[in-house]
């Protein structure tokens, strides 16, 4: 490290944001994520001993992951070295193991790299690193918002112990706020400012487990607020809902947030709680979610939970799912709305779910040798000189419409699919077939 980087250093130190001023310097001083890091767990042990192995930290943004990788490099004999994905290459990963290599062969100590963002880096080059935290050349940290069971490569995630950071509670939130405006040396304590009970809960609050969100709002609150009369800096709610303005939401797209999310609308229309439903469907829309995959999910909830306990049920959702494409959004927030809601309260069957599965089984598994001929096509030619259709009773020729005949092949006889339950219309059709069949 030459001079220029001493100072740049420096210069971060007092020029950087708030939460990056915050972070910890020892494990004793981070805030939450006790069931990691709380005295006697695992990580905890690890970090005190320095007896670390590779390592996975997954979580939501703001739970601290790149907060105990910092800790782990105050802590450490070992030479800590830090790369970012998003701006990191292959040639950056083959220096820090030349490095590492030269540190052992000199018998300087071991290195531990930390990369952030490590699923952005691509299947190569996380196959880069592989052979290097197998031999022991380097011990990996790599922090990350996916889930690393999909993200990161299975070989890196079997040789790593991954560790889950949950989002921080509002309690542990409202200690960092107070920390930022209380600390002198790394805060915003020489700016003589203090907050209202009311905005502390606020914050914590909308925040929704990010520190780093509550920090953002604090600082830009104290640098933007004037002081009273007495020079003191007040944070009010009205300041603290200026200065964060939207609840933060954990939500990517393509992260298990997402996938998290979607499960819990639908169980929650399954299950026939709509304020669970129009909960999780607000969070979706919220969020940016795609209207039209929202509404996928209603039509295809109304046919596999509902069906034919109350067959209206997929009429709503698709006129749902067209509306969508009609009108857009913000409107098609009602639509949504009415769609779920009705799917919610409608009666559940999964009848017909089970039925088509089961039949799906059959198909696969067992051979059929011919479908009966009396019910095969007669009228292409020379169907009827192979006895297609003789002998096929027309069930409208017949009382209640209706003949007893075998209408599946000879393998399945007796077989049943659909078993209509007692819920909404299909007891309806439960009572009417069990009519036919006297």
Known sequence: MDLFDIMREKTLEIESPLAARLRPTSIEEVVGQEHIIGKGKLLY?????????????????????????????NTTKSEFVQLNATISGKKDIQKVIEEAKSRLGMTLGKTILFIDEIHRFNKAQQD??????????????????????FEVNNALVSRSRVFQLKPLSSEDIKKLILRAIED???????????????????????????????????????LTTEPDEE????????????????????YDKNGDNHYDTVSAFIKSMRGSDPNATV??????????????????????????????????AIEVAMAA????????????????????????????????????????????????????????????RGAKDLG???GYKYAHDYDNHYV?????????????????????????????LRELMK
Do not use: W
């Open 388 to 390: 297609n259709g003789t």
């Open 45 to 73: 042990r690890a970090i005190k001993a320095d007896k670390l192995g590779s390592l996975i930290f997954y979580g939501p943004p703001g739970t601290g992951k790149t907060t105990l990788a910092k800790v782990i490099a």
């Open 231 to 250: 020079g003191v800096i007040r944070l009010t709610l009205d300041v603290a809902s200026e200065c964060i303005q939207k609840r933060v939401i954990n």
């Open 128 to 149: 880069a690193l592989l052979p290097y935290v197998e031999d022991g050349t380097i011990t990996l940290i790599g922090a990350t918002t996916e889930n690393p069971y």
């Open 184 to 222: 002198k040396e790394k805060g915003m304590g020489n700016f003589n400012a203090t907050i209202d009970k009311e905005a502390l809960a606020f914050l914590a609050d909308m925040a929704n487990g990010d520190a780093r969100a509550a920090l953002n709002a604090v600082e830009l609150g104290v």
């Open 279 to 312: 909960y999780y469907l607000a969070r979706m829309i919220y969020a940016g979610e795609d209207p039209k995959f929202i509404a996928r999910r209603i039509v295809i909830c109304a046919a596999e939970d509902v069906g034919n306990a109350d067959p209206k």
């Open 404 to 432: 007893e005949q075998q209408y599946l092949p000879d393998e399945l006889v007796n077989k049943k699919y659909y078993v209509p339950t007692e819920q909404g219309y299909e007891k309806t059709i439960r009572e009417y």
């Open 321 to 380: 799912a067209s509306a969508i494409d009609f009108i857009g959004m913000p409107e098609g927030r009602i639509i949504l709305s009415q769609a779920a809601t009705y799917v919610a309260c409608a009666p559940k069957s999964n009848a017909a779910y089970l039925a088509i599965d089961d039949a799906l089984e059959d198909v696969k598994n067992i051979q059929i040798n011919t479908i009966p001929t009396y019910l095969k096509d007669s009228h292409y």
